[in-house]
C-alpha cells in the first residue's frame, strides 16, 4: 500500500452548536435547540480564532493537499486556516460527521428520558457497533473512511494531507492508521475529549502528536503528542 509522507487531521473550531450543546447539557435539559440542520451549523467566534491559530501551525508545516468535510464548520475552518496559501482543497462527503439519526439534538438525559429502549440497547451493543434508527454505527463511518484514506494514498503517494473534520472522526482516523482494536478505541474515546482546532498527525506510519492544542495556547508554543484525560464521552 501507498503511504503518505504526513497525514494530520483538525478537528472543526467551535461551532454555535457546540456552545448551544454544552449549555443545554450544563442545565440538565433534554433537546438541544439548534435551529439549522447539522450540516448548516456555523463557527462561533472563538472558532474562527481558533482556525486562525491552525493556520498559524500549517505555515510551518505546510501541506500539498486539504481533505473537507461538506459541514459549514469544517469549511469555514479549512477556509480560514488556508487562507491565501494556495493548498489545492477537496470537500469529501465522506468526511462528514457521524449521522445520529433519532438520537438527533437530544442531550445524554433526553436520550434516557424518551428513548429509553435505544438507551439500553446501546448500552447493549457498545458504541462501536451500536447504530441509532436512521444514524450510522462507529462501524459504518469507519467503511467510509478506510475508503478515503485508500483513495489519498492511491491517488496521492508521498503527500502531505491535512483533513478537516469533526470529533469522532479523529478517533477512528487514529484507529485506522495505527491499526487500533475496538477495545482501544473505546477506552481512548472513554478517556479523550477532542478538542475543538486540535490537530492530530502522522509522520509516515508513525504518531507524532494527538489531540494537540499547544498551537492555540500560544503562537511559540512547543507541539507535543497529548491526550486530555479528563475526557467527555464522544
Not at 435539559?29 to 448548516?40: F, G, K, N, T
Not at 498527525?201 to 492555540?216: I, Q, Y
Request: with cysteine.
Amino acid at each position: 500500500m501507498q503511504r503518505l509522507e504526513w497525514l494530520a487531521v483538525v478537528r472543526h473550531g467551535l461551532s454555535t452548536g457546540n456552545v448551544t450543546a454544552q449549555e443545554a447539557e450544563t442545565a440538565g435539559l433534554e433537546s438541544i435547540d439548534i435551529p439549522e440542520r447539522d450540516a448548516d451549523v456555523p463557527l462561533a467566534p472563538e472558532g474562527r480564532e481558533q482556525a486562525e491559530a491552525v493556520g498559524r501551525f500549517l505555515k510551518e508545516n505546510p501541506p500539498d493537499l486539504a481533505v473537507v468535510s461538506p459541514y459549514l464548520r469544517t469549511r469555514q475552518t479549512a477556509e480560514i486556516a488556508l487562507g491565501d496559501s494556495g493548498v489545492p482543497v477537496v470537500v469529501d462527503e465522506r468526511l462528514r460527521d457521524r449521522e445520529l439519526g433519532v438520537l438527533d439534538l437530544l442531550t445524554a438525559r433526553g436520550v434516557q428520558a424518551r428513548l429509553p429502549e435505544e438507551a439500553r440497547r446501546r448500552e447493549r451493543l457498545g458504541k462501536f457497533y451500536y447504530r441509532p434508527p436512521g444514524g450510522e454505527s462507529w462501524a459504518d463511518v469507519l467503511l467510509r473512511l478506510r475508503a478515503l484514506l485508500r483513495e489519498i494514498r492511491e491517488d496521492h503517494p508521498g503527500a502531505r494531507v491535512v483533513l478537516f473534520a469533526h470529533e469522532a472522526t479523529v478517533l477512528m482516523i487514529r484507529y485506522l492508521t495505527e491499526k487500533l482494536s475496538e477495545a482501544e478505541l473505546m477506552e481512548l474515546a472513554h478517556r479523550t475529549a477532542i478538542a475543538n482546532c486540535s490537530i492530530s498527525s502522522w509522520r509516515g506510519t508513525e504518531p507524532e502528536l494527538f489531540n494537540s492544542v499547544a498551537h492555540l495556547r500560544r503562537e511559540d508554543a512547543p507541539h507535543t503528542r497529548q491526550e486530555d484525560v479528563n475526557a467527555e464521552p464522544v
